[in-house]
């Protein structure tokens, strides 16, 4: 063999090497809906009628606009990420679910939502991969989570991951740091508002992309994704209806109601009070003043 075909040869070997870890990525899709049935036989959840997550970036290096949009199909089954999620999700809740794979029968992370509104809804529990879920943690709270590999146990791009590195954070600002072992879970409950955050790394994977070539191997596959139950409990009072801003969703309690309902007695009460007061002032006058006039004719009369 010539040292140009030996070349070309190398050459394709290195390009699939290369292509194959990144052609396995698989797909990942995200639905939000209605949850229709939890089957505890299967393992499995359906959300009904769901609407897909997805994002347009206008210009390249710009923020993406995402948004929901109505599916062309009725309802989404896939397995759960964990045995959990079984007993936290029921009939009628309002779930966010990120499937994977092109048939879509597996669930790598299920979240269930609260809000007052449906444009304002938040997630409450978070069962699997927590970050491929887009909707945000009730009470500003938010998550940083990494998990690192085990390089002695690799096959292709993933690792087991020997732990996990979990960061809770309020409006971007750190309120605990903590390394997770599987199995272990952390706790934060400081802000003085009743609110709570607990997170439980289960298991999960890592990329082998910080291990050495020899560790890793160089055969492709999927990518990572661990297992984590997060649950929070809302702020004291959160998703209550605030009367002065109720003017855009309800526009009979809105503020302006409220003190024309009271103004008006005050309107009715003072203009009537007054010349009651007036008068009952006035009628001693008018009696004396209409005696001295008839004893003085009366005075006239007898000189």
């Not at 004719?297 to 000189?303: E, H, P, Q, T």
Request: proline share 7%; net charge neutral.
């Amino acid at each position: 063999m010539s040292h140009l075909s030996l070349a070309l040869v190398l050459g394709i070997i290195f390009v699939a090497l290369v292509i194959v870890p990144a052609g396995a990525v698989l797909q990942e899709t995200t639905f939000k809906g209605t949850v229709s049935t939890v089957m505890t036989t299967t393992q499995t959840l359906t959300i009904g009628y769901p609407l897909q997550y997805g994002c347009v970036y206008p210009v390249v290096g710009s923020e993406p606009a995402c948004s929901w949009t109505p599916t062309n199909f009725s309802s989404w089954t896939g397995t759960v990420p964990d045995a959990v999620a079984l007993k936290i999700f029921n009939s009628g809740d309002t779930a966010v679910g990120t499937s994977i794979g092109a048939t879509g029968n597996v669930w790598i992370a299920l979240a269930k939502l609260y809000g007052p509104l449906p444009n304002q809804e938040y997630a409450t529990d978070v069962i699997g991969q927590a970050t491929s879920i887009p909707t945000p943690l009730v009470g500003d709270y938010s998550l940083d989570l990494k998990t690192i590999p085990d390089c002695t146990a690799c096959s292709g791009a993933t690792c087991v991951a020997q732990s996990a590195d979990v960061v809770i954070l309020t409006k971007g600002m750190v309120n605990i740091h903590k390394v997770l072992s599987p199995g272990d879970t952390v706790t934060f409950n400081g802000r003085n508002d009743g609110s709570s955050i607990s997170v439980t790394f289960v298991k999960g994977q890592a990329s082998s992309n910080t291990c050495s070539a020899a560790q890793a191997g160089l055969v492709g596959g999927v990518q990572p994704i661990s297992d984590y139950i997060v649950n929070v409990v809302p702020p004291v009072g959160y998703g209550q209806i605030n009367l002065r801003t109720a003017s855009t969703t309800r526009p009979e309690e809105a503020l302006p109601t409220t003190l024309q309902t009271t103004a008006a007695p005050l309107t009715t009460t003072i203009p009537s009070a007054l010349p009651t007061t007036a008068k009952s002032g006035l009628q001693p006058l008018t009696a004396f003043a209409a005696l001295s006039l008839i004893a003085a004719f009366v005075l006239a009369g007898k000189r």
